[in-house]
T-cell receptor, first 114, second 118 residues
Framework: NAGVTQTPKFRILKIGQSMTLQCTQD?????MYWYRQDPGMGLKLIYY???????DKGEVPNGYNVSRSTTEDFPLRLELAAPSQTSVYFC?????????????FGPGTRLTVL | AQTVTQSQPEMSVQEAETVTLSCTYD???????LFWYKQPPSRQMILVIR??????QNATENRFSVNFQKAAKSFSLKISDSQLGDAAMYFC???????????????FGQGTTLQVKP
């Protein structure tokens, strides 16, 4: 199993550009999450999904969109990139979201908006 | 809303010694989970230890143990026999376990950077 994979690893965007951060998991997990980590800070939840076709906002959703057409994939879309979106983005997944389920994290995408 | 606070931005420990990282949280829920994650320079988030709030016994994982004080809403991590490989940023995290909060969302503290001196 590859676990949770994210592409790209690094990206530099110009202000106003758009991009999609890809996230794929091969563990057949129902629950998936996108977090952002600003320098020296903890992770904050952007969006999450409890299954294919179901998504919901987290703590910091502004400027982002998500979709979940399959169990495996949970892409994060940035429209009109802004310097405030410079961050490291982590995708994570977990089987059911409750109980003692562990959340598995991808390696992260470092995004810089100039 | 739940919050998690780590009041120590940086800590250092001598190799082979013991260090304790602090975490406090605020919640009105009675059932929840608490976690400590390690983030080395590679950025990979690694689960260190987990505590279920309904369990009074403190969780332990080899050299890592917690001191869970539910009434005080405190959840500290103790690292014994510190090793150079323990150097990393450590995050405390909270997850609800009840009703509509059971979406698996994690709420993180700000992190504590641990330096291990040889």
């Amino acid at each position: 199993n590859a676990g949770v994979t994210q592409t790209p690893k690094f990206r530099i965007l110009k202000i106003g550009q758009s991009m999609t951060l890809q996230c794929t998991q091969d563990m057949n997990h129902n629950y998936m999450y996108w977090y952002r980590q600003d320098p020296g800070m903890g992770l904050k939840l952007i969006y999450y999904s409890v299954g294919a076709g179901i998504t919901d906002k987290g703590e910091v959703p502004n400027g982002y969109n998500v979709s979940r057409s399959t169990t495996e994939d949970f892409p994060l879309r940035l429209e009109l990139a802004a310097p405030s979106q410079t961050s490291v983005y982590f995708c994570a997944s977990t089987p059911r979201g409750g109980g003692t389920d562990t959340q598995y994290f991808g390696p992260g995408t470092r995004l810089t908006v100039l | 809303a739940q919050t998690v606070t780590q009041s120590q931005p940086e800590m250092s420990v001598q190799e082979a010694e013991t260090v304790t990282l602090s975490c406090t949280y605020d919640t009105s829920e009675s059932d929840y989970y608490l976690f400590w994650y390690k983030q080395p320079p590679s950025r990979q988030m690694i689960l260190v230890i987990r505590q279920e709030a309904y369990k009074q016994q403190n969780a332990t994982e080899n050299r890592f143990s917690v001191n869970f004080q539910k009434a005080a809403k405190s959840f500290s991590l103790k690292i014994s026999d510190s090793q150079l490989g323990d150097a990393a940023m450590y995050f405390c995290a909270y997850r609800s376990a009840t009703g509509s909060g059971n979406t698996g969302k994690l709420i993180f503290g700000q992190g504590t950077t641990l330096q291990v001196k040889p």
